[in-house]
């Protein structure tokens, strides 16, 4: 592990633009520079460096950061990865923690793993490409599927003798130990210790995992031996650094495409991904006949939220296509599905199709998951029991969906093409939404005083609601405002990371007498911690936690602070708040000031953002309290008969209302209902 003196002075060393100039040609533009973003496609630059900040971002994609998360995102490297990178660059030497005793035994088990399963990738290769056998059998292979020599290197594909002993013999003349030899599965003992090479006598396709090391392979019995055989393809079992379902073919090869195209093509064979990339679609991967994981799944959304499932049309295919769809879904995936023509597989189509050809057809025949589903289970269905059984099977898919707009506009074209009521479909989806969530906090918020814990500023009497900041008190359940994503919300961080440190009220006083003076970033936790409020984000409650409690000290800085946080996330997302404010060129020099009028300005600043502050945390109430409005309405419609229920939720409706008046008037608005 890299300890944190040497991770600092690495972050010291890199200078972004340095960095940057590596991939990007850029040009002067006043104090920052510019260039087209490697990211996107573009013909006009948008991608704009700032040296004084450190920071890079693009306007038209919003990709971005510090020297550490560029090199993260263009060479799709892991944090300690890209640290590496820039030490190497930086000719810096690195220092690594010392590690327990225990963490060094496993460590250093899981890299003889790796060490040995790069020995035999090339082992496999070399008897591909220079073993007469190879040659004339592996290579031919091959060859017979359509894949050209530069294919084939790129993916070191290989082929392994049919003497069942030589790879061990091989591998033990190196110096390998048996340990390590049948710890990756390369081999397996027999019980007089002889040690049986697993993949004798096959072509050879090394899995590379995310970061570039060998995690496994799969090993295809030839075509004139492939009758009778029980297994035709072996792959790698279950070891310290392999796992089936954690890894996905080709990812190695793809990563890069998929992050530039914003999209990942998932097929089910290693043929298929090759074929493609030789066809020139590189954004491909394999999940090799596994469902998908939620290991999978995180790992591709590392590069991209948008993921094509392309199988052949067959019955197989399109049960393959409805494997594990709905937790892509869930993880926020957006999900579109296409069937080949004909029965063919995508290793087919590929061979016989273009690039641009592929691409057309993929463009004008992939499908909405939704509308795919939709098609499948009930074009043509007559039988009400089955039509029924789809539908429910397709609101259950809706359910799963995280973003409620988007889950409303499925339910509503559901609605429209299916021809059955949008209230009756979304009934249905929100019995699935209940079995799978836990039973929700009443919605009763109350218009109240926080007077009796509200800090005052000397001689001033209770702050109340109408009394801003801390006024407004809207009681809302702990952990969610229900507004997370909401430009309010993205208002309020932007304000916190601009400007978080800077104190907005002077010579506070709490309860017990002591006297403080608030910044930015405690006032907005305060004020919504009063409340029970928070941003319903672990990420942006996160910054707001971190900003109240280190802008007590008076020498911190919010800005830099998070443009260069450890946290990777924190750090592109505070790029991406504060981006608008470095595009701009430099601002001009306003000469010396005296003290009097650097005082006044202070104080004009101080007040600027007091009013800002205060102002954003009304948006904030009043969203939360817009948004419980529409939750209560709904919860009527659904109410049917209940007198006792609908009559409870209309004194909620009043108290809301009464709050909702009560913001409004503090925000100006004229129009109270």
């Not at 074929?275 to 290991?295: F, K």
């Not at 769809?325 to 995936?333: A, K, P, V």
Request: with cysteine; proline share 3%.
């Amino acid at each position: 592990m890299i300890d944190r003196q040497t991770v600092e002075k690495i972050k010291d060393a890199a200078n972004i633009v340095d960095v940057v100039s590596e991939f990007v040609t850029l040009k002067k533009s006043g104090a920052n520079y510019k260039g087209l973003c490697p990211f996107h496609n573009e013909k006009t630059p948008s991608f704009y460096v700032s040296p004084a900040r450190g920071t890079c971002h693009c306007f038209g994609c919003g990709k971005g950061g510090n020297a550490v998360t560029f090199i993260m995102e263009h060479e799709q490297l892991t944090y300690p990865e890209a640290l590496r990178w820039l030490a190497k660059k930086y000719h810096i030497e690195i220092h690594e923690r010392e590690l327990t005793n225990e963490e060094k035994e496993e460590q250093s088990k899981r890299e003889s793993m790796f060490i040995v399963n790069e020995w035999a990738e090339k082992y496999f290769e070399n008897l591909l490409h220079n073993h007469p056998d190879g040659q004339a059998i592996g290579m031919q292979y091959f060859r017979s599927r359509g894949f050209r020599d530069d294919v084939i290197k790129k993916f070191n594909l290989g082929y392994d003798l049919p003497d069942r002993f030589l790879l061990g013999t091989a591998a033990k003349q190196k110096g390998y130990k048996t340990e390590f030899l049948t710890a990756t599965g390369l081999c397996y003992q027999t019980e007089r210790g002889e040690l049986i090479d697993r993949f004798a006598g096959r072509v050879v396709f090394p899995w590379t995992g995310v970061s570039g090391k060998v995690v496994g392979f799969t090993a295809r019995v030839l075509d004139k031996r492939t009758k009778g055989v029980n297994q035709k393809y072996v792959n790698s079992p279950d070891s310290e650094v392999f796992h089936k379902d954690h890894e996905l073919y080709g990812i190695w090869q793809a990563k890069r495409a998929i992050a530039k195209e914003d999209r990942v093509y998932m097929v089910e064979g290693q043929a298929d991904v090759i074929s493609m990339h030789q066809c020139g679609i590189e954004n491909v991967v394999a999940n090799s006949g596994t469902a998908l994981s939620i290991h999978q799944i995180h790992m591709l959304h590392r590069f991209t939220s948008n993921i094509t499932l392309i199988y052949d049309g067959d019955a197989a295919g399109i049960h393959a296509a409805l494997r594990g769809t709905d937790m892509l879904l869930s993880e926020g995936m957006s999900l579109r599905v296409l069937l080949l023509p004909g029965g063919q597989d995508p290793d087919e189509f590929a061979r016989t199709h273009t690039a641009d050809d592929f691409k057309k057809y993929i463009e004008e025949h992939q499908e909405d998951f939704i509308q795919f589903k939709t098609d499948l289970l009930l074009k043509g269905e007559t039988d009400p029991k089955k039509r029924a059984d789809g539908i429910s099977s397709i609101v259950e898919s809706i359910s799963v969906i995280q973003d409620p707009i988007l889950r409303d506009t499925y339910i509503h074209d559901c609605s429209q093409r299916i021809g059955i009521s949008e209230a009756t479909l979304i009934n249905r989806m929100n019995g699935f939404i209940r079995s799978l969530s836990p039973a929700p906090h009443s919605l009763s918020p109350t218009l109240h005083s926080l007077s009796p814990s509200l800090p005052r500023r000397e001689g001033e009497s209770n702050t109340t609601l109408d009394s801003p900041p801390y006024g407004g008190g809207v009681r809302g359940e702990a952990g969610g405002s229900g507004a997370a994503s909401s430009p309010g919300v993205l208002a309020l961080l932007r304000l916190i990371i601009k400007h978080g440190e800077c104190v907005i009220y002077k010579d506070v006083k709490d309860d017990e007498g002591n006297v403080h003076n608030l910044t930015v970033a405690q006032v907005i936790a305060y004020s919504l911690g009063q409340d029970g409020l928070d941003f319903g984000n672990d990420l942006y409650n996160a910054i707001l936690n971190e900003a109240a409690e280190k802008s007590s000290d008076p020498q911190w800085k919010s800005e830099p602070y998070f443009l260069h946080h450890d946290d990777i996330n924190i750090c592109q997302l505070a790029t991406q708040l504060s981006a608008d404010r470095y595009r701009i060129t430099e601002q001009k020099d306003e000469g010396p000031q005296n003290k009097e009028a650097e005082l006044q300005r202070e104080a004009n600043k101080a007040e600027a953002l007091r009013n800002q502050t205060e102002h954003l945390l009304l948006d904030f109430r009043m969203a939360y309290v817009e948004k419980h409005l529409k939750e209560i309405q709904a919860e009527m419609s659904r109410a049917g008969n209940d007198i006792a229920k609908i009559k409870k939720l209309m004194a909620d409706y009043k108290d809301m209302q009464q709050i909702r008046n009560a913001l409004a008037k503090q925000l100006g608005n004229s129009i109270i209902l």
